[in-house]
């Protein structure tokens, strides 16, 4: 049982590059997150979806867009790299409780990403 | 808006002493908070949650509403309690929003 795995786990970028990270989960979790953790600003969600096909803005979205086409997989894409994208990536996913509510969060192992 | 604060970037003490992480929110519904830990070199992951009540390696958290705190303590540090500590919220039904996170170090 992987859990929750991210591909790719390192990655430098040039400023304006295009890349997509990808999440997979093996646990048939409805939900799933990207978060970006910097220095100093803990960790902050970017996108998160709560099923296939559905995808929702979190507190840092603008620069990313997301793809959620199969349950166990979640993308993260930056069309344009910025150098203030400079971080460390996390992917998480959740299992859902019997009142919708989200309950314990699984994270994949991380993606630090430099653009140049 | 929902906020989590942890006041201490890093806390460095000794083994065998105590230890208390802060942690304050802001949040206008029923608050369900949590503590992750991030140990060095491993994935972020669950210590302990508030509605479960529980002790996992020696840690407790209480949520106190009046002072809308939810602090995590330990009596007795340990080495291998030095991690990253984050303070949860969980915001509506679906998302977490994490507090900026504490550095424990606890040496020898």
């Known amino acids: 049982n992987a859990g929750v795995t991210q591909t790719p786990k390192f990655r430098v970028l040039k400023t304006g590059q295009s890349m997509t990270l990808l999440c997979a989960q093996d646990m048939n979790h409805e939900y799933m997150y990207w978060y970006r953790q910097d220095p100093g600003m803990g960790l902050r969600l970017i996108h998160y979806?709560?099923?296939?096909?559905?995808?929702a803005k979190g507190e840092v979205p603008d620069g990313y867009n997301v793809s959620r086409l199969k349950k166990q997989n979640f993308l993260l894409g930056l069309e344009s790299a910025a150098p203030s994208q400079t971080s460390v990536y996390f992917c998480?996913?959740?299992?859902?409780?019997?009142?919708?509510?989200?309950?314990?969060?699984?994270f994949g192992a991380g993606t630090r990403l430099s653009v140049l | 808006a929902q906020r989590v604060t942890q006041p201490e970037k890093l806390l460095s003490v000794f083994k065998g002493a105590p230890v208390e992480l802060k942690c304050n929110y802001s949040?206008?519904?029923?608050?369900?908070l949590f503590w992750y830990v991030q140990y060095s070199r491993q994935r972020l992951q669950l210590l302990l949650r508030?509605?479960s009540r529980e002790s996992i390696k020696g840690f407790t958290a209480d949520l106190n509403k009046g002072e809308t705190s939810f602090h995590l303590k330990k009596p007795f540090a340990q080495e291998e309690d030095s991690a990253m500590y984050y303070c949860a919220l969980l915001s509506g039904y679906s998302t977490l929003t994490f507090g900026k996170g504490t550095m424990l170090l606890v040496s020898p």
């Open positions: 979806s709560v099923g296939e096909g559905t995808t």
């Open positions: 508030h509605i």
């Open positions: 998480a996913s959740s299992y859902v409780t019997g009142g919708a509510m989200v309950d314990i969060q699984y």
């Open positions: 949040y206008s519904g029923s608050p369900e």
